[in-house]
């Protein structure tokens, strides 16, 4: 910087630099107001005292989304370095129902529990929670997984690569690999990519026909009920509070839109059920995205300190012109 | 060049190579490629904290850039000139933070922008990286 700065030029200044200033709080107000858009985003509550466990709602979710299922080709191409990219073939187990796979989207986890010394057995069915804010779909670093208007998340098999970033960032691991089918094949399939990752997309296809997702349909208990997340919550707490249950979903992750009530602790049944690869659990979960977002707003503030800065700098050396 | 300029120097280069390191593991392979195995190097395999790293380094960079564009402006005052390459490199770092920032907002709560706007904001964002590393590495 020279030292050469007249009145008139800092003033000049002044105006560029509040010009910029006004600049960024616009865009900090624009954001602002895209993240505010108000959408009713479509929830599901499952009562898990109602559950018998009769698998209804597992096969009918295999035959609504048969279609959408993998057609792996083989054999599957070498892929490198095979230790840290491991072949996932399911074609082979499409009947297996005990835990998610990329041919089964839903299975029915069993809690066996002694309460007040009765033994009781409770059936959950599990599958994608679809959180509000989804980390499989916000991480994903191609947009192959998105999220509907109506908040519910799916992967979109065409533009998938199966990297498996979903499922490590999902506090649930939900999504399911398949090799040896997708984009992945037609790009460097020795290199990058392994299949395509699959889960529950609630039936996108038949809730924008005005349908209602299989598993619902089928369901001889009535366990599911589907709706606005805020008529959910509500009806959720006011079955919570007739039963003396509990709740899950409503917080885990930041908030998910799907909502459990049990007539027992979740700690309990977290404890009681049989977790591991496909089997998720049961346990709380903080917002896994917050962090990331809290420092994200500092967004808003680090231009505003850049232009301060530059300000400062510019009104110390014109000050020293004027005094020499 | 005084002592301020050395360190705005020092501070840009390793807010770029940070930046882009992180930025880079947001795609799934230094686990697979065992970059993430290197010793000092496992949050590389680690989403969710090469993710804050990239905020943190997003952060500063356009702290910098706020400071560098009125910097250059009031400055300009006193004719103060730019190269056709620093006005390339100008352009990709104002994309990197418009399409960064976007991205930004993308990840708070709600669906703003349609699917196809997201794939178009991480191709775009990759594109000006490429840019940026292409133009640093001519200098």
């Known amino acids: 910087m020279t030292n050469k700065i007249s009145r008139r030029a800092f003033l000049k200044g002044s105006i560029t ?20 858009k108000e959408t009713q985003p479509l929830a599901t509550l499952i009562d898990i005292s109602k559950c018998v466990g009769c698998e209804e709602c597992v096969y009918a979710c295999q035959e609504a989304n048969a279609p959408k299922h993998p057609k792996p080709e083989k054999p599957f191409p070498k892929m490198y370095p095979s230790a840290t990219v491991p072949v996932a073939d399911w074609s082979g187990k499409q009947d297996v129902t005990d835990r998610l796979t ?35 779909v916000k991480l994903c670093p191609w947009g192959s997984a998105k ?12 533009l998938c690569l199966g990297g498996a970033k979903c499922k490590t960032v999902c506090p649930w691991d939900i999504p399911q690999r398949q090799t040896g089918t997708g984009l992945y094949l037609d790009l460097l399939p020795a290199l990058a990519g392994n299949g395509v990752m699959y889960k529950c997309d609630r039936c996108y296809d038949k809730l924008e026909k005005g349908e209602t997702p299989a598993c619902i349909e089928a369901c001889p208990e009535e366990v599911q009920t589907i709706g606005p997340r805020d008529g959910i919550l509500k009806q959720a707490r006011k079955l919570a509070k007739e039963m003396n249950g509990y709740i899950y979903g409503e917080h885990e992750n930041g908030g998910t839109l799907t909502i459990y009530v049990s007539p027992v602790p979740f700690d309990q049944l977290a404890a009681s059920v049989e977790t591991g690869d496909g089997k998720p659990h049961l346990t709380e979960v903080k917002d896994m995205m917050a962090d990331g977002n809290n420092i994200a707003k500092a967004m808003l503030v680090a231009p505003l300190a850049g232009v301060a800065a530059a300000v400062g700098k510019f009104y110390k050396y014109s000050k020293e012109d004027d005094n020499e | 060049m005084n002592n301020a300029n050395k360190t705005l120097r020092y501070l840009y280069f390793i807010t770029l190579f940070f930046i882009t390191l992180s930025g880079f593991a947001q795609m799934p392979i230094f686990s697979r490629y065992y970059i993430a195995s290197l010793p000092g190097l496992g949050w590389l395999g680690e ?10 380094f997003a952060v500063i960079l356009s702290g910098l850039a706020a400071y560098m564009l009125v910097d250059f402006f009031l400055g300009k005052m006193n004719s103060r000139k730019i190269t056709r390459a620093g006005v390339a490199k100008a352009g990709i770092i104002a994309g990197l933070i418009i399409t960064g920032s976007l991205m930004m907002v993308k990840n708070f709560t709600g669906t703003p922008f349609s699917n196809g706007v997201i794939i178009f904001l991480d191709v775009s964002h990759l594109v000006f990286c490429m840019g940026l590393l292409f133009l640093t590495a001519m200098e």
């Open chain 1, 17 to 36: 630099a509040a010009g910029s200033v006004a600049a960024t709080t616009s865009i900090a107000r624009a954001a602002k107001s895209i993240t505010k």
């Open chain 1, 147 to 158: 999220q509907e208007d109506n908040g519910l998340s799916r992967i979109d098999s065409d």
């Open chain 2, 47 to 56: 989403f969710y904290v090469s993710h804050r790293i990239h905020y943190i």
């Open chain 1, 102 to 136: 990329p041919y089964n989207w839903l299975f029915i986890q069993h809690a066996n529990l002694t309460i007040n010394g009765e033994e009781i057995e409770l059936n959950i069915p599990r599958r994608c929670m679809h959180c509000s804010n989804p980390p499989c």
